[in-house]
């Protein structure tokens, strides 16, 4: 009898049945206890008291293994104490997509992460940290390219950003770190430029083009002109139109006003955007407009009144729409 009590306690169903996925999270510096606590108020035991009891005949009670664990419906006591007592956790997929803002990134890691935004802010701050891979407090977004990296839910924020550094420093591979050298400019800057290529449209085709645009105007020192830049500058992504007010605003990302590159990039670009810089087309395009088909292509122009009259289309075209 006492074997058949015995095998219950430990192989019996105890985790409850539900449907998706279920995940325990232990905070680094939990006891006990609050393991215990966590798992009362999510409700995913049957039988709370069996459990707490085994894990003080197993010792998992003893050693807590902060981290993140996938549940099954259904696990036994035994599963359940063997699968803590082991520390192995269940990584997490943190996909990364365009982010445009410093703060927008410490957000995302933050919220599936355990470190919180604090503890990001801080590092993003730390322009010693940041030294070390080369690039500036205002040059954060070039670490964090648009990717799905596995990370353990409980890794500290350095080894965070080491791990997604890994990835950049994979992509910058000696073929790109060349022509990189012979457009004279650095990574950070690459990076910079192909964030503005990346806003000003994703239509990868025309990447290579709008990219010789920029590397034309750097080339003679003209004003960068980026609308893009100008949203960021203002803080508006909304912007469908780009009017005098918004030109004007004074900031370091308003290339309207500075001249070269802004301090940083204005969002994470995609592959695709790097590589439209770094195998740019040669051209001596110096303007261009969206379509007045709003195909979301572009007209381009070499001379300010052949670009005059590409913008005059456009404007017209979006005022028989009526957008602001």
């Known amino acids: ?89 269940s990584p997490v997929k943190l996909t990364l997509n365009k982010l445009r803002t410093k703060e927008q990134i410490i957000f995302k890691l933050s919220s599936q992460l355990e470190p919180d935004s604090a ?45 997604i550094a890994k990835s950049h420093q994979q992509f910058w591979n000696a073929e790109r770190k060349s022509k990189a050298r012979q457009l004279n400019l650095s990574i950070p800057d690459i990076i910079t430029i192909a964030s503005i290529v990346e806003e000003e449209t994703n239509k990868h085709d025309e990447k290579p083009r709008i990219a010789s645009v920029y590397l034309n105007r750097l080339k003679i020192g003209m004003k960068l002109g980026a609308d893009p830049t100008v949203k960021f500058a203002v803080g508006d992504f909304t912007l469908r139109r780009i009017l005098n007010i918004h030109t004007q605003k004074v900031s370091p990302y308003n290339t309207y006003m500075v001249a070269g590159l802004p301090p940083g990039p204005i969002c994470t670009p995609g592959k695709e955007s790097i ?50």
Request: charged share 20%.
């Open 275 to 324: 590589e439209a810089i770094l195998n740019h087309e040669e051209t001596n395009y110096l303007f261009f407009c969206a379509k007045e088909d709003f195909s979301g292509y572009h007209n381009f122009a070499s001379s300010y009144n052949e670009h005059l009259e590409n913008a005059r289309r456009y404007q017209q075209a979006l005022n028989q729409r009526n957008i602001k």
């Open 1 to 89: 009898m006492a074997m058949v009590w015995a095998y219950i306690r430990y192989f019996k169903p105890n985790v409850v049945d539900f449907s998706g996925k279920e995940y325990l999270y232990i905070r680094t510096g939990s006891s006990w206890k609050d393991v215990m606590d966590s798992l009362h108020s999510n409700n995913l035991l049957i039988d709370e008291n069996s459990f707490n009891d085994m894990a003080g005949t197993m010792g998992v009670d003893k050693q807590v293994h902060p981290g993140r664990y996938a549940l099954e419906p259904g696990m036994s006591n035994y599963s359940l104490l063997r699968l803590l007592r082991s520390g192995v956790q």
């Open 119 to 163: 503890a990001f802010a801080r590092l993003f701050s730390d322009s010693a940290f940041l030294k070390d891979y080369g690039i500036g407090v205002s040059q954060i977004q070039v670490l964090f390219m648009p990717n799905t990296y596995e990370l353990y839910w409980n890794t500290s924020p350095e080894k965070v950003i080491s791990k």
